[in-house]
């Protein structure tokens, strides 16, 4: 990982800076995310690990700028795999979860390349529960929900055409068998037209 942020930085050294990026237009990004979940099934809130087992979720976006203060955006987000407890704190199985999602952004460009905004919207979310043999899970298959999507970040453009992006998200989901959201930090390069 070390030398992948050193390779990133020599990359970054040779783009060279303006003192104002673009306003308005398309873009796209690709990042890595970090991942965590808060759940409930009915009555009970302990039953899955907090974090992801593993990290560097892939996160992909696409979005149009209308102006400095406005635009929307749609993604693709792996949120990871969760170790499903029970009361007990034994683990009895594996929750998996991804989302597709479009929300407004709003906030304000500054002319010296930084940005801050907030978004809203909605995601369909996918879970797919797997028990441990010898359990039982309400949510043992596949299925998909809607759920609210809200996230804050900063976002630095380099020039017109690159920029790099610190974010965090929560995406909601209820999906019949447990309510809950999936969560995390987000760095992705972005890439405009």
């Known amino acids: 990982m070390r030398h992948i942020i050193h390779a990133a930085a020599l990359l970054l050294s040779f783009v060279p800076l303006s003192a104002g990026a673009v306003d308005s237009g398309p873009y ?3 990042g890595v995310a970090s991942g965590s979940l808060n759940a409930c099934p009915v009555g009970n809130c302990v039953e899955f690990t907090e974090n992801a087992q593993e990290s560097g979720h892939v996160r992909l976006i ?22 499903v407890k029970n009361i007990a704190q034994q683990i009895v199985g594996t929750v998996k979860g991804n989302s597709f999602s479009l929300a407004a952004r709003g906030g304000y460009k500054f002319t010296f390349g930084l940005s801050l905004f907030a978004k809203l919207g909605l995601a369909s979310v996918s879970t797919k529960y797997t028990a ?31 920029g790099i992006r610190l974010s965090s998200e929560a995406t909601g989901f209820d999906d019949g068998a447990y309510t809950g959201a999936f969560g995390g930090a987000n760095l992705v390069g972005i890439f405009r037209f």
């Open 28 to 30: 796209m990004g690709l």
């Open 62 to 83: 696409g979005g149009y700028d209308f102006n400095r203060f406005i635009g929307v955006e749609g993604g693709y987000s792996d949120f990871g795999s969760y170790k």
């Open 132 to 162: 441990d043999p010898g359990w039982v899970l309400p949510g043992e298959a596949n299925r998909r929900s809607t759920g609210a999507l809200f996230g804050i970040g900063a976002q630095y453009d380099f020039n017109d055409h690159l």
